[in-house]
């Protein structure tokens, strides 16, 4: 399914390692993709996913998709059947291991009366504002909260009554008894569970309190039998949190001792990766939607025309580490191009068209020409073109003034065109009012065409072409990258956004083998680059998304 079973040793594969020759959890792997079910899906859980899902084809384990739900105010259903369809579209399985935080309220629930019971958690009735008070600082401990040592009892009585929701939100807490003192404030007595009067997607109004992440996270690991749970760096000074819960709850008996194992997130060049700035533009109206084709969720590289084969291949390709680093997003596009390369049958499109008339060739006669679907994979075959008196070519492929070293077509100058014969422009034809170039008028030499008797004459420039009558006419729209520079970080999307970014061609004429082609069908236009067709585009006019440009600016750096 992914080619993850060959990759080489990441670190986490080394402690996993360690783990199975230590007999740790019964020498099983057993992992989790856990997202929030507050937005679509981006590249950088592409990279979770593939680690994630292929660790445990690594090891013939098993890998859960899990939604962790815990925080009612955000999540969606639209946002979980999206995520469920870019997990399977990306190739990975999670068989009938689907589950969700919210399932286990009750146990978690539970799991804090043990804490209460054995007096490791306390209802702390401090102000949120106190709270940050009594907290410390880096470089200063902590104070300890009045409400510290109460009695078992009273705490009980008291988180019963904040489950029956008779207090307010944010009027008190429950918080673990660990140490006001440690230097790692994750430490100093977090809170577990808070009042939070909210509509929760599944389990409507049945709870007052919810869970904190910290909490909720170790326990849902640990009852799914989890062994390691891998998660981004930003989570490693609450590992201790992780264990301390889970050493605290033995007495529960989980089927596992999960393992918090931390490494970087992706970050790309060009590119945002957080949820709440993708629904911000989405919510703007800066792209038409999460599945807009510039955008960096999955659905949106989807749409694009991106395959499942070259996001999986980039995330193999960046591999696991440790610290952060920003990978540069020419990677990306040289990984679809590469699997397009061998797979992506070749036409032609123009998208700018000027009309190119060919004085000499007879009216009304159109021939069939042959022409390779793929020279990358002769296996793809051959298909015919249809030629004649009145064709298309792009504008930018003609001058009338050249520079030098201009080898496309020039007033007395000759070009090929690609399948078909030598051509020489002879005229132009311009509109009297704007000076604007309407027709170039050419004639062709019939001994040229592929096997003739002047088909090997030496000329320069080959352009594509399309016959007029028979083009397909299509909307073909390029892009290029969301916003003007590298603003990760940058929220100020009026300033940063690229109003560039889409360039709509609404006249482009496309050779008649495309007509009707399917949703999500893939191409590469000679000379211009690769192209997937759009859900939008109709048998009347094809609506086409630019994936990429052929010029592989990683490819070059890598030789260099
Ligand atoms: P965001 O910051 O975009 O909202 P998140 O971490 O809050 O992301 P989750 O839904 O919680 O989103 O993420 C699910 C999983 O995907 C987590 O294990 C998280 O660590 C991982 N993940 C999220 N972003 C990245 C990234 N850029 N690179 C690698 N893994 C990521
Ligand atoms: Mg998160």
Request: charged share 30%; glycine share 6%.
């Amino acid at each position: 399914m992914t080619t993850s079973p060959n990759l080489p040793a990441n670190f986490i594969d080394s402690i996993i390692n360690e783990d199975l020759q230590n007999n740790k959890n019964d020498s099983r792997v057993h992992t989790r993709f856990p997202p929030e079910p507050n937005g679509y899906l981006h590249i950088g859980h592409a990279k979770s996913i593939c680690l994630n899902f292929g660790t445990a084809n690594k090891y013939k384990g098993l890998c859960n998709l899990r939604f962790d739900d815990t925080n009612p105010s955000k999540e969606e259903v639209e946002y979980v059947d999206s995520i469920k369809a870019d997990v399977e579209w990306l190739g990975f399985s999670w068989d009938d291991r689907m589950y969700y935080a919210s399932d286990y309220f009750e146990k978690l629930y539970q799991c804090a009366i043990l804490l209460i019971k054995n007096g490791k958690a306390y209802v702390c009735d401090l102000t949120a504002e106190q709270m940050r008070e009594y907290r410390g600082t880096l470089v200063e401990p902590g104070k300890e909260s009045p409400y510290r040592n109460r009695s078992v009892e009273e705490n009980l009585e008291l988180f019963q009554r904040m489950r029956e929701g008779e207090f307010a939100d944010g009027s008190r807490v429950l918080r673990a008894k660990i140490d006001m003192a440690s230097p790692n404030l994750n430490m100093r007595d977090p809170v577990v569970y808070r009042v939070m009067h909210a509509h929760h997607h599944r389990t409507g109004d049945q709870w007052s309190i919810y869970p904190m992440y910290d909490f909720a996270h170790p326990i849902s690991d640990a009852i799914e039998g989890i062994t390691h749970s891998v998660c981004t760096l930003e989570f490693e000074d609450h590992r201790p949190l992780y264990d301390w819960v889970l050493q605290e709850l033995t007495e529960m008996d989980f089927p596992s001792r999960p393992r918090q194992i931390e490494f970087a997130r992706l970050n790309l060049t060009k590119m945002i990766m957080s949820k709440r700035k993708l629904r911000a533009l989405v919510e703007q109206g800066y792209v038409s939607g999460w599945d807009d084709p510039r955008m960096p969720t999955i659905s949106g590289l989807r749409r694009r025309g991106y395959t499942p084969e070259a996001i999986r291949d980039f995330c193999d390709r960046i591999g696991i580490a440790k610290s952060n680093s920003t990978v540069d997003i020419a990677m990306l596009e040289h990984c679809i191009r590469e699997d397009l390369n061998a797979k992506a049958p070749r036409v032609m499109a123009v998208l700018r068209p000027i009309k190119l008339i060919l004085d000499n060739y007879p009216e009304g006669q159109i021939e069939q020409l042959e022409a390779e679907n793929n020279p990358e994979n002769p296996e793809m075959g051959t298909r015919t073109i249809p030629f004649s008196r009145e064709l298309y070519i792009e504008q930018d492929d003609f001058m009338e003034d050249p520079p030098k070293k201009f080898f496309r077509l020039t007033p007395g100058k000759e070009v090929r065109l690609k399948y078909a014969y030598i051509i020489k422009c002879e005229s132009i034809v311009k509109d009297e009012a704007t000076g604007q170039i309407t027709e170039i008028h050419c004639t062709y030499d019939p001994d040229s065409k592929s096997g003739g008797p002047t088909a090997g004459r030496k000329i320069k420039g080959t352009l594509h072409w399309v016959s007029a009558a028979q083009a397909v006419p299509g909307i073909v729209r390029l892009y290029d990258y969301l916003f003007r520079e590298d603003s990760q970080d940058n929220d100020d999307f009026a300033a940063a956004f690229n109003p560039d970014s889409l360039e709509e061609l609404t006249d482009c004429m496309i050779e008649p083998s495309m007509a009707g082609a399917s949703a999500g069908s893939r191409y590469q236009f000679l000379r211009q680059g690769y192209f997937c067709v759009d859900p939008l585009s109709t048998n009347e006019k094809l609506v086409i998304n630019q994936i990429v440009g052929l010029r592989d600016s990683w490819a070059k750096a890598q030789k260099a």
